[in-house]
């Protein structure tokens, strides 16, 4: 029994990203149009780079009020937080520190979790499988010739595929500061998989 391993490099070619808009306010009316007239803002700038309609989505809404206090405990009032985040997949990397930059020069003020992918990882995976049964098999040999054996057919075979995405960014970002491009690096990708075979 022996378990081979293979690995491939991918550059990635899409990544997915949370922008959002966090506005509040002493009244809850004002608090959602001040946020509905930023948040149009946001995704009219995303679309401006060419991100189509299909590609941003919006994952959360909310409204609620939040009690403020002193330095003694005393509460002075009530604020209304507002949420609205949209899921927005690029697909040009080329444009990602625009958009960003653009988003929040438009009023984005929360931005998380900027995660890249490969859209089509499937000649990656048969690759890395084809290296993973060649190690294997290599193991195998080398095992059955100090052993004094020769090996037989396989009796099993059972693979597992492991692909995680990094996330560059998990941080808030503040609104302002002009509408300068972001830096940003994808970096690279690994997918592995680890197969585990039996030879009679």
């Known amino acids: 029994t022996v378990t081979g391993t293979g690995m491939v490099t991918l550059t990635p070619d899409i990544a997915y990203i949370y922008i959002g808009v966090h506005t509040q306010n002493e009244s809850a009316s004002a608090a959602v149009a001040e946020n509905n007239t930023q948040a149009q803002a946001v995704i ?37 937080v507002v949420d609205n985040t949209v899921y927005v997949t690029m697909r040009d990397l080329t444009k990602i520190g625009d958009i960003l930059g653009a988003a929040v020069s438009s009023g984005a003020n929360n931005i998380n979790g900027i995660q890249f992918d490969v859209a089509d990882k499937s000649q990656a995976l048969t690759d890395a499988r084809a290296q993973a049964v060649a190690d294997a098999r290599k193991q195998a040999d080398e095992l059955a010739k100090a052993a004094g054996v020769t090996l037989g057919p396989i009796q099993s075979i059972s693979f597992y595929n492991n692909y995680p995405t990094p996330v560059l960014m998990d941080s808030k970002a503040v609104g302002g500061g002009g509408a300068s491009a972001v830096p940003v690096s994808a970096g690279q990708l690994t997918i592995t998989v680890d197969v585990n075979v039996v030879y009679e």
Do not use: H, R, W
């Not at 989505?57 to 002075?76: A, E, H, L």
């Open 44 to 80: 009219a700038a995303i679309k401006a780079f060419g991100v189509a309609e299909k590609d941003i989505q919006t994952t959360n809404f909310s409204i609620y009020p939040q009690q403020q206090y002193d330095n003694n405990g005393v509460m002075t009032g009530t604020l209304f």
